[in-house]
T-cell receptor, first 116, second 111 residues
């Protein structure tokens, strides 16, 4: 399995500011994903971040609001821009490996964001 | 389109009792199915996965799930609940491109 770390683990931010979340994986992976988990809700995929290409965003998410970088095979960042209280969520980084012919996905511990 | 429906946002069972968390899926092709667990203030951990090799899948911590195509279900069970099983459980369906999560079921264990 993969060991995934995220920084920061939590933050409290003011409306209108931006926060960049870092995701570090202990091995090289092609496919990385960013999810959002709003309070009491399930996980929603924000975007897929593959190294060497632009991130692919899901419906309802745009690059201007959630810019993503993927400089190498072990690291990615997600920025939450111009934050509002509605952005208060847990943001999770995830990676996918192909093990024994099956795609298996692992998740980081999450970044708990509160926007005041 | 693929989706999963988890019946019951909250389930309470007594310690030592059977745990049953329900999940029904919708998929136009044979799916990969997963159960994840999220303990308080932690990330998601894979409990088990169905990949068409066997309909009864055994996972970690004594959990298992049975794939029933006729019922489009993939319910999660554990014969005897333990206090440490209190967590949020997510059923998910996926193919090669992405994984879609259900809304989750919070399991409460009563002493």
């Amino acid at each position: 399995s993969a060991v995934i770390s995220q920084k920061p683990s939590r933050d409290i931010c003011q409306r209108g500011t931006s926060l960049t979340i870092q995701c570090q994986v202990d091995s090289q992976v092609t496919m990385m994903f960013w999810y959002r988990q709003q309070p009491g809700q399930s996980l929603t995929l924000i975007a897929t971040a593959n190294q060497g290409s632009e991130a692919t965003y899901e419906s309802g998410f745009v690059i201007d609001k959630f810019p993503i970088s993927r400089p190498n095979l072990t690291f990615s960042t997600l920025t939450v821009s111009n934050m509002s209280p509605e952005d208060s969520s847990i943001y999770l980084c995830s990676v996918r490996y192909r093990l024994a012919g099956v795609n298996e996905q692992f998740f980081g511990p999450g970044t708990r964001l509160t926007v005041l | 389109a693929q989706s999963v429906t988890q019946l019951g946002s909250h389930v309470s069972v007594s310690e030592g009792a059977l745990v049953l968390l329900r999940c029904n899926y919708s998929s136009s092709v044979p799916p990969y199915l997963f159960w994840y667990v999220q303990y308080p203030n932690q990330g998601l951990q894979l409990l088990l996965k169905y990949t068409s090799a066997a309909t009864l899948v055994k996972g970690i911590n004594g959990f298992e799930a049975e794939f029933k195509k006729s019922e489009t279900s993939f319910h999660l069970t554990k014969p005897s609940a333990h206090m440490s099983d209190a967590a949020e459980y997510f059923c998910a369906v996926g193919r090669d491109d992405k994984i879609i999560f259900g809304k989750g079921t919070r399991l409460h264990i009563l002493p």
